[in-house]
T-cell receptor, first 113, second 115 residues
Framework: AQTVTQSQPEMSVQEAETVTLSCTYD???????LFWYKQPPSRQMILVIR??????QNATENRFSVNFQKAAKSFSLKISDSQLGDAAMYFC??????????FGKGTHLIIQP | SAVISQKPSRDICQRGTSLTIQCQVD?????MFWYRQQPGQSLTLIAT?????????ESGFVIDKFPISRPNLTFSTLTVSNMSPEDSSIYLC????????????FGAGSRLTVL
């Protein structure tokens, strides 16, 4: 079974600072997709960023960027200039296509004003 | 991107009863996925529902407990049967392809509490 591991149950960061959320995964595939989703208290799952494994370039979406290390099976999310609205649960996920996604256990991100 | 509406948003149910959750998408989609999120936990895939075929269930989930219908390309239902307190969860409907290949878009979820 595929596994996605988020080793940080909770992280805290000062507003305007940078925080990095960790994610590792297990796979025997060479081509796959990786995702970070955000789930605020409203419980709506929101796509933050995605990475295609065959692309070496790290994905970036405004203040959000990833550090994708394929050999190490690592996919961390960096949030720059943290804002109060970034407070949420963040889930790392792998997969896509007909098999849906496999999610990690999540990291609760707290933004300190 | 697709807009997904789920009903009910939340409900409180009695042990032993069944509840059907509806998922309506504003565009035609091939694949729909049903997830369960137990309190304080991550999302677990229940089943994949494709129009015109039987749903495919993940290990640990069975059709008798979670029957799924997929009558057309914009609608699906998930029934939670013979509920027990352990079924108290958020149930989320999702579709793929609306935001790009392999990306899942989610509904807001249905929070069920079983007493």
């Amino acid at each position: 079974a595929q596994t996605v591991t988020q080793s940080q149950p909770e992280m805290s960061v000062q507003e305007a600072e940078t925080v990095t959320l960790s994610c590792t995964y297990d796979t025997s595939e060479s081509d796959y997709y990786l995702f970070w989703y955000k789930q605020p208290p409203s419980r709506q799952m929101i796509l933050v960023i995605r990475q295609e494994a065959y692309k070496q370039q790290n994905a970036t979406e405004n203040r959000f960027s990833v550090n994708f290390q394929k050999a190490a099976k690592s996919f961390s999310l960096k949030i720059s200039d943290s804002q109060l609205g970034d407070a949420a649960m963040y889930f790392c996920a792998k997969g896509g296509g007909a098999d849906g996604l496999t999610f990690g256990k999540g990291t609760h991100l707290i933004i300190q004003p | 991107s697709a807009v997904i509406s789920q009903k009910p948003s939340r409900d409180i149910c009695q042990r032993g009863t069944s509840l059907t959750i509806q998922c309506q998408v504003d565009s035609q989609v091939t694949m729909m996925f049903w997830y369960r999120q137990q309190p304080g936990q991550s999302l677990t895939l229940i089943a994949t529902a494709n129009q015109g075929s039987e749903a495919t269930y993940e290990s640990g989930f069975v059709i008798d407990k979670f029957p799924i219908s997929r009558p057309n390309l914009t609608f699906s239902t998930l029934t939670v049967s013979n509920m027990s307190p352990e079924d108290s969860s958020i149930y989320l409907c999702s579709v793929s392809g609306a935001l790009g290949a392999n990306v899942l878009t989610f509904g807001a979820g249905s929070r069920l509490t079983v007493l």
